[in-house]
C-alpha cells in the first residue's frame, strides 16, 4: 500500500464485501457463542427472522416507503432552495455578507431541538417530518455549496471577462460548470445526514416509518427488528449513496471525485 494510490474496480469491491463479511462473522459468534445474550443484541439468523415478520406480517414495506419519501422531500426542498443561494453567496461577496453570518448561526442548531415548536406548529403530520429534514439540511447545503462557488479559478473568471462575459454569464459559464461536481457531492453528503434526523423525527410523534417501528421494537424488546430497521437504514443509503456517485461520474466523467 502506497499513499493515495488508488486501487482498482475489483479491489475495492473485494475490500469492501470482506469487511462486511468479518463484520457479520464477529456478530454470530458474540451471538451464537452466548457471549451477548439475546435480550441485547440478536443473532444475524434472528434479525433475519424478524425482519421477514416485518415485512410479510406487520407491513414494513410501507414503513421504509413513507420514510423513503420523507427524506427525500425534505432533501429536494432544501437542495432547490439552498443551491442556488449557496451559488449566489460563492458567487456574490455581497450576498455572501448578508446571509453567511446567520446561514453560519443556524447551521450549529440541531435540527432535533425544533421537533417540539414543530409539531406545535404543524402537528405530527408529514409538514412536520418534512421541516426537520429541511432544517437540517438546508444551512449546511447553503454554506458547503457557498465554499465550493467561492473557490473558483479566477483565472477563469478574468479570462471570460476578457471574451466579453458579463456577471451573469460568469455565474452561468464559469462558476456553475467549475461548481457542480463538487456540489453534487456536498449533496451526496447531505443526504445521508438527512437520514439521521428523519430517524429522530420518526422516534416522536410518529405513526409510521422506520424510526416509529424501532421505537415500537424497543417497547417490546425486540432487538432482531431493531437491528432489521438500522440495517435496513444502512442498505437504503448505501444504495443511493453508489446511485449518487454513479450520476456524478455520468454528468461529469472529467472531475476526480
Do not use: C
Not at 469487511?19 to 434479525?47: D, I, N
Not at 429536494?76 to 432552495?81: C, N, P
Not at 410523534?205 to 424488546?221: E, K, N, P, V, W
Amino acid at each position: 500500500m502506497k499513499p493515495l494510490v488508488p486501487v482498482s474496480a475489483g479491489a475495492r469491491v473485494v475490500l469492501g464485501a470482506g469487511f462486511f463479511v468479518m463484520f457479520v462473522a464477529l456478530w454470530a459468534v458474540a451471538t451464537y457463542s452466548g457471549w451477548v445474550p439475546p435480550l441485547f443484541l440478536a443473532s444475524p439468523g434472528k434479525t433475519l427472522l424478524a425482519g421477514w415478520s416485518l415485512l410479510t406480517e406487520f407491513g414494513f414495506a410501507g414503513d421504509i416507503a413513507i420514510t423513503v419519501f420523507r427524506v427525500v422531500g425534505g432533501f429536494l426542498i432544501a437542495a432547490a432552495i439552498g443551491v442556488p443561494l449557496g451559488l449566489l453567496m460563492g458567487a456574490f461577496k455581497p450576498v455572501e455578507a448578508f446571509f453567511e453570518p446567520f446561514v453560519s448561526f443556524a447551521r450549529y442548531l440541531p435540527a432535533s431541538a425544533f421537533i417540539p415548536l414543530l409539531i406545535l406548529w404543524a402537528g405530527v403530520g408529514e409538514a412536520q417530518k418534512l421541516s426537520v429534514i429541511f432544517i437540517g439540511s438546508f444551512f449546511q447545503i447553503v454554506i458547503m455549496v457557498a465554499v465550493i462557488a467561492g473557490a473558483t479559478r479566477m483565472d477563469l473568471v478574468e479570462a471570460a471577462y476578457t471574451l466579453g462575459a458579463r456577471s451573469g454569464g460568469i455565474v452561468r459559464r464559469v462558476i456553475i460548470p467549475s461548481s457542480a461536481p463538487q456540489v453534487m457531492e456536498t449533496l451526496r453528503l447531505v443526504l445521508g445526514w438527512a437520514w439521521t434526523y428523519v430517524i429522530v423525527a420518526e422516534l416522536i410523534g410518529a405513526t409510521s416509518g422506520i424510526g416509529h417501528m424501532i421505537m415500537d421494537s424497543q417497547r417490546l424488546l425486540d432487538t432482531g427488528q431493531m437491528i432489521f430497521g438500522i440495517v435496513v437504514i444502512g442498505l437504503i443509503g448505501l444504495v443511493t449513496d453508489f446511485l449518487f456517485k454513479a450520476l456524478n461520474r455520468r454528468l461529469f466523467p472529467w472531475a476526480v471525485l
